[in-house]
């Protein structure tokens, strides 16, 4: 097989189902052919080998290896774009946490070429203009009511490559915040907020029906009750209309695994975007990491700020893939469905048209696992990034 082409065959999850004996050609950077392999006209296939995946889609990431996005140096910024890279999330957001105006600018400032080297797919601002009442693992003294001419000052400093926005309802200027974002294709993201639900509703239709998700849905919000719906129902009856897509940290600590099925269950995976909410802890040991200017400890893999008790729990130490086995094996979702909400979703939501399946044209991203959907090998724009033994020769 000539450099630069590689054929690849084994379990497909493509275009929402799973093909079991499908086939993936990609030449050069791109997917020349995706279905059954009895469909497939070219050379014969190879024996199959484990099971083909979208390179998956991370719209809420913070850091891992032990760098985070919202406090370290370019280095230790790509160093964890890789650790995620490795595991399979070929695109990611850079998300940062509520900071004073200068350290945001800076902040977006050394993302952004990083963005425009196609290190990242985006920054993703998760505040300031945030509850304090539900500021979680967020630093309260650097939550500020909204303001357009911050928003406006953060956007330009990032001169395209911020795509999206967690903001709460309830901020000072919603109207005018949301209308700005509009002006500069930056994603709303409705979270962190302690609104009520016909506030929400509001929020949600002042979007007007453009693109629309909320930020890790139950976390950070009041939990929904009967005779208090909240944000939670709001956001839930959004979705199932067609006009938001959720969030869901579904790593077994943010949320329960029987709330994860239900919300499948309620509004399919065309409008679950799976998340890691992942901090610099992810793919390390149990200890003490950063998060912005908070310190967070990690026990047993959960992290949370620090202190005596702990405090709220400060983001995730799972990488993407690890959340997709835990959607399968323990929310019982099926695995194409639980996979769409991890790749083509969370592509479509940020406007990353080029990936998000496998399908011919789009950039060959995927990642080959085995039964227990563990990566073997990762691709990415048709080269490997996290080769098997021997896969370089594929």
């Known amino acids: 097989m000539r450099p630069g082409q590689h054929l690849l065959r084994g379990t497909l999850v493509h275009r929402g189902r799973v093909v079991d004996d499908g086939l993936v050609a990609v030449r050069g950077d791109r997917i020349a052919f995706a279905g059954p392999t009895d469909e497939w006209t070219g050379e014969p296939p190879p024996a199959p080998s484990g099971t083909l995946l979208p390179g998956l889609v991370d719209a ?51 993302l952004a070429p ?64 949301v209308k700005l974002m509009a002006e500069y294709d930056v994603l709303p993201s409705l ?109 047993q893999g959960v992290a949370r700020l620090a202190g005596d008790p702990p405090g709220a729990i400060a983001g995730g130490t799972s990488r993407l893939v690890d959340v997709v086995r835990r959607v399968v094996r323990h929310a019982g979702v099926g695995l194409a469905a639980a996979v769409t909400a991890a790749s083509a979703t969370p592509a479509r939501l940020l406007g990353l048209t080029d990936v998000g399946d496998l399908v011919a044209g789009l950039r060959a991203d995927l990642v080959l696992t085995d039964d227990d959907l563990t990566p073997l090998a990762v691709m990415r724009a048709g080269r490997w990034v996290h080769p098997e033994p021997g896969r370089e020769a594929v």
């Not at 370290?72 to 998300?95: F, M, P």
């Not at 909240?230 to 209309?241: E, F, I, N, S, T």
């Open 114 to 177: 990083l963005v425009e080297a196609g290190e990242l797919a985006g920054i993703h601002l998760e505040g300031p203009f945030l509850s304090t009442a539900r500021c979680g693992a967020q630093d309260p003294r650097a939550i500020v009511p909204g303001d357009p001419d911050l928003l406006r000052g953060l956007l330009d400093a990032g001169g395209g490559t911020v795509r999206s926005m967690t903001l709460a309802p309830e901020t000072a200027a919603y109207a005018e915040l």
């Open 191 to 299: 979270g962190h907020t302690d609104a009520g639900a016909a506030l929400t509703r509001t929020a949600i239709a002042e979007v007007g029906g453009g693109p629309l998700s909320a930020t890790h849905l139950f976390n950070g919000m009041p939990p929904m009750h009967h005779r208090a719906p909240g944000p939670v129902a709001a956001c839930l009856a959004a979705a199932a209309r067609g006009e938001m897509v959720l969030e869901l940290v579904a790593d077994g600590v943010h949320l329960d695994d029987e709330t994860v099925a239900a919300v499948f269950d309620l509004v399919g995976p065309e409008r679950i975007a799976l998340v890691t909410d992942a901090m610099a802890a992810a793919g390390q040991a149990d200890g003490r990491y950063r998060l912005g200017t908070l310190l967070t400890d990690v026990v």
């Open 60 to 110: 809420h990431c913070h850091g891992g290896a032990g760098h985070g996005f919202p406090d370290s140096d370019r280095a230790g910024v790509l160093a964890a774009v890789e650790h995620h890279r490795r595991h399979g999330t070929t695109s990611l957001l850079g998300s940062l946490v509520s900071a004073g105006a200068g350290v945001l600018r800076e902040r977006v400032r050394l």
